[in-house]
């Protein structure tokens, strides 16, 4: 062929262009599966499994778990609920290993569950990366939040709330009594933010402990 004959779509460098970007912020532990989801994401105009910059090398757990992936998975979200199946192939997509899926959702009594609420699987993630439930809330607000990068991270004290009852009740070692002290405080500190909370808050000293280990 000569180059006359060879003709390159005006699109394809932008798209290789953001490919390859896409790709070094991500690092993929399977370039071809991951590819695959990618071009699939666009051709569908969904949100690909790209996370939004770089963590670095050996940031994951060893489920394969990290915040940037988490994040990456929270954005691919289009509801409350998220069916079993799909879940499981975005997990993969994004390079987080499926036996930790599977712990996960079965942490929360949602092993047998077409569906399940997205929310508490990614708090339950959560707890897979950090020693307790005060740190984990911390991860999940920076995640779930719409504050800017940066910011005090503060989610709707209705949503903390559910998180946070949620995950005592997982963890099963925390008194309904310590339980309603922590959320009475914060309650009254969420008036001051429009109903919101942050880690600002939830981890401040004086703030009822969440949990026996904080």
Sequence with gaps: YTAEQIIIPPS???????FTKAAIRTQPEDPLLWS????????????????????????????GVSKGKLATLHSQMEGETVNVSKLRELWTNIGCKETTLSEILSMGDMNEKEQVIWRYVLALACTTMEKSISCALKTVCEIMSTDSDGGDARISFELFSDLYSFLAKVDGDISEAQIQRSLDWLK??????????????FKHPSCPKLSTKM
């Design 12 to 18: 394809l460098p932008g798209i290789l262009k953001d």
């Design 36 to 63: 695959a989801a990618y071009f699939d994401a666009l051709s569908r105009g969904v949100a690909p499994p790209v996370k939004a910059r770089y963590e670095g090398i050996g940031v994951a757990n060893n489920g």
């Design 188 to 201: 009254v500190e969420s008036e001051r933010f429009d109903g919101n909370i942050g880690p600002r808050e």
